[in-house]
């Protein structure tokens, strides 16, 4: 053999693979002062300040970490359900994977966010958002009778959703609220009410009313928004459009020629938190057939049995009335919605335009159609063998990390 030189012994000696150059570390300043120590050197001044000062940080934060536990244990109780500890809140195309079955602790009303150090005030924050998460997909993951009965049994839970979706809201380029509030305003005050291009009304003592529903409301910001306008608008319709458009904007070219107008909006959710809410089950409104002009689902289409909600739709509306829906891009199974589009026209709709220009939401617009056109016999066909939410619209679940 070639290596098989006497003297060298090769042979006997086993040689070390080689995996590449490795980086040396030296030991960190708080083994080597802890070695220093421990061996009863002297351990230079400068390393130990150092080391004193670390500990006493971390003293610190065990304190405050102590404190708030203490404060969010008197404020609420741990209830049963999935939920997740994560901090961020990025809303992602995924289905939910396998959940805590427990709801992070509620916080306590009487504490004073401003009166919190930073770490505390972290800390409420990664608590309160844990609880929205949690929250948000229990309405994405159940039906709407199931939400219903959550809320009933836990209302607080309600108030705690809106004002997390409040928050993610406030990074978007544009709320859909006011987009949608804008569009029923500036449409109506521009064309007279069933006049072709404008707003379809039913017989109301002698007039014309748009009657809308808001299927899925939250707080009524959309009732809220349009009745504002309307008290403003019977005094003088010129100056209350002028204020409309310095508050929602884009109404540049509008001008009122609709002098006649009126609008009334029923809201509907899952719980009264103001006059103008009223508590149901959307898949089934306390509302005659073919009372209603104009439907809207903001964001709503939530629950495993959402195209209950658009039956119920079409069951309200007056014949042409309009559906006009608004959802989160990230939930549509294809990138252009034909799929969703597919499904709502098998139900008795037509589409009549799509806005995707916003980056984070889509708004279609629809018309009922004559009923002999519906692509599906019922519900049931359109659904097939599996829940709306797993082939139509995604669940929006925020990632957890």
């Known amino acids: 053999m070639l290596f098989e030189v006497e003297g060298w012994g090769l042979e006997k000696k086993k040689v070390k693979k080689s995996v590449g150059k490795k980086r040396r570390f030296r030991e960190s300043e708080e083994e080597v002062t802890d070695e220093a120590s421990k061996l009863g050197l002297a351990v230079p001044k400068q390393k130990k300040e150092k080391k004193e000062k670390k500990d006493k940080k971390d003293k ?47 916080y306590g009303d009487d504490i ?19 609880r929205f998460r949690w929250i948000n997909e229990q309405l994405y993951t159940t039906d709407s009778k199931s939400a219903l009965e959550m809320i009933q049994r836990q209302p607080e839970l309600y108030e705690e959703y809106h004002k997390g979706f409040a928050s993610q809201v406030e990074s978007w380029p544009e709320n859909p609220v006011d987009v949608l509030t804008r569009k029923l305003v500036y449409k109506g005050v521009q064309k007279m009410t ?48 002028k204020k409309f458009k310095k508050k929602f904007g884009h109404g540049g070219e509008v001008n009122l020629k609709n002098r006649k107008l ?37 964001l709503s289409l939530m629950g495993t049995n959402f195209l209950d909600f658009i039956a119920e739709a079409e069951r ?12 989160i891009k990230s939930r549509l ?40 056109k519906a692509k599906f016999e019922s519900r049931s066909h359109a659904r097939g063998e599996s829940t709306e939410s797993e082939w139509l619209l995604k669940p929006c679940i925020y990632k957890r990390r």
């Open 112 to 130: 004073d966010a401003s009166k919190l150090t930073p770490l505390q005030r972290k800390m409420l924050n990664k608590l309160s958002g844990s």
């Open 60 to 106: 610190k934060d065990r304190k405050e970490r102590v404190e708030l536990e203490e404060k969010v244990e008197a404020g609420g109780k741990t209830r049963p359900g999935p939920g997740s500890n994560s901090s961020k809140e990025e809303v992602v195309e995924e289905r939910p994977s396998k959940r805590v079955q427990t709801l992070p602790p509620a």
């Open 316 to 327: 309200i509306l007056v014949p042409n009335g309009e559906l006009w829906i608004t959802e």
């Open 194 to 241: 069933n006049a072709p291009g404008g707003l379809l009304g039913v017989d109301d003592h002698g007039g014309k009313t748009v009657v809308v529903a808001d299927m899925g409301c939250g707080e009524a910001a959309l009732a809220i928004n349009v009745d504002n306008f309307m008290q403003e608008y019977k005094r003088d319709g010129q100056n209350a459009l």
């Open 333 to 372: 199974v294809d990138s252009n919605g034909g799929t969703f589009v597919n499904a709502i026209e098998g139900l008795g709709f037509k589409l009549r335009s799509k806005d995707d220009k916003n980056k984070m939401f889509t708004q279609f617009e629809f018309y009922k159609s004559d009923k002999k």
């Open 262 to 298: 009126a609008i009334k909006v029923h809201s509907f959710d899952l719980k009264k938190i103001n006059d103008k809410i009223t508590v149901a089950d959307i898949k089934n409104v306390p509302l005659p057939n073919a009372s209603v002009t104009v439907a809207i689902f903001c």
